[in-house]
């Protein structure tokens, strides 16, 4: 994320803290529970054997390309939900 994203997110944060306190600890458990899931995503990831990871972008865009929007989207579910049951994640 950029600088001036984090910047103005503290900038938002103080002055939640001064004005309006209940915002100020809401957006901080916000804040918290995102760096929650992050952490478990990334955690999930590095708990994948490396040749069970299944690549959802390229495998989508090649469907797409290959039979169309919707039924490159279609196939694509079918296929992620036929790997996931053979333990690809």
Do not use: D
Request: contains cysteine; proline residues 1%; positive net charge.
């Amino acid at each position: 994320m950029k600088l001036y994203f984090w910047v103005g997110l503290l900038i938002a944060l103080i002055v939640a803290y001064y004005l309006v306190n209940w915002v100020f600890w809401l957006a901080v458990l916000a804040v918290v529970l995102w760096g929650c899931y992050t952490l478990y995503r990334f955690m999930q990831r590095l708990m994948t054997p490396h040749g069970k990871r299944i690549r959802h972008s390229a495998l989508r865009g090649h469907l797409q390309q290959e039979y169309g929007t919707r039924e490159g989207g279609k196939l694509y579910r079918e296929m992620v939900s036929e790997l996931r049951k053979q333990g690809y994640r």
